[in-house]
């Protein structure tokens, strides 16, 4: 079963613009992780955001996390044409296995 | 650091045939994990091992799906008989841990007929 939920599932921007994509999910978590899966390709972890933690930063990306609402962001900044990809959200949840569990994606275009 | 190793890149097979795909993760990664992803969707968890002990292993079709890991490291996933739903990307990941972050492979894209 899929914890994450991301938001938009498409988007598409032009260079140098921003990109913001939303995470929701359902059960209390351990940790909230961000990957990105260029076609054809495997995924590539990007960042990861502790329960306790509020923002982080790696780069160009910023990662936000809001645990009372369940949710969390990733904005892209300044984005280039090498950003396109699928950006997943992935939760581990409290207590079981810690097993990772991934969300349905967000395609992301940058038109040159 | 060498990456994971996933093999074969590709495989197209006809349904109730019998396919097996291999993965040698990062060494010195105690878990393995075997993904599968169905075009459009995000990756869903079939396995989960911590050195060669089965951790978590809920969203595996038994009667179909069977996976071993020799001696803690490589890994390999079998399907038999497949059907025409098994088509799907296979990735395996590798971590340090549980909850750690994960390195994956670039996967097996099955095509069953």
């Known amino acids: 079963s899929q914890q994450g939920e991301e938001d938009p599932q498409a988007l598409s921007i032009q260079e140098g613009e921003n990109a913001t994509m939303n995470c929701s999910y359902k059960?209390?978590?351990?940790?909230l992780q961000w990957y990105r899966q260029n076609s054809g390709r495997g995924l590539v972890h990007l960042i990861l955001?502790?329960?306790?933690?509020r923002e982080k930063h790696s780069g160009r990306l910023r990662v936000t996390l809001d645990t009372s609402k369940k949710s969390s962001s990733l904005l892209i900044t300044a984005s280039r044409a090498a950003d396109t990809a699928s950006y997943f959200c992935?939760?581990?949840?409290?207590?079981?296995?810690?097993?990772?569990?991934f969300g349905k994606g967000t395609k992301l275009t940058v038109n040159p | 650091e060498a990456g994971v190793a996933q093999s074969p890149r590709y495989k197209i097979i006809e349904k109730r045939q019998s396919v097996a795909f291999w993965c040698n993760p990062i060494?010195?990664?105690?878990?393995l994990y075997w993904y599968q992803q169905i075009l459009g969707q995000g990756p869903k968890l079939l396995i989960q091992?911590?050195?060669?002990?089965?951790?978590?292993d809920s969203q595996l079709p038994k009667d179909r799906f069977s996976a071993e890991r020799l001696k803690g490291v490589d890994s390999t996933l079998k399907i038999q008989p497949a059907k025409l739903e098994d088509s799907a990307v296979y990735l395996c990941?590798?971590?340090?841990?549980?909850?750690?972050?994960?390195?994956f492979g670039n996967g097996t894209r099955l095509t069953v007929t």
């Open positions: 990941a590798s971590s340090l841990g549980s909850a750690w972050t994960l390195h």
């Open positions: 059960t209390s978590i351990n940790n």
């Open positions: 955001i502790r329960s306790n933690e």
């Open positions: 992935a939760t581990v949840l409290q207590g079981g296995s810690e097993k990772l569990v």
């Open positions: 060494s010195g990664h105690a878990t």
């Open positions: 091992f911590q050195n060669n002990g089965v951790v978590d």
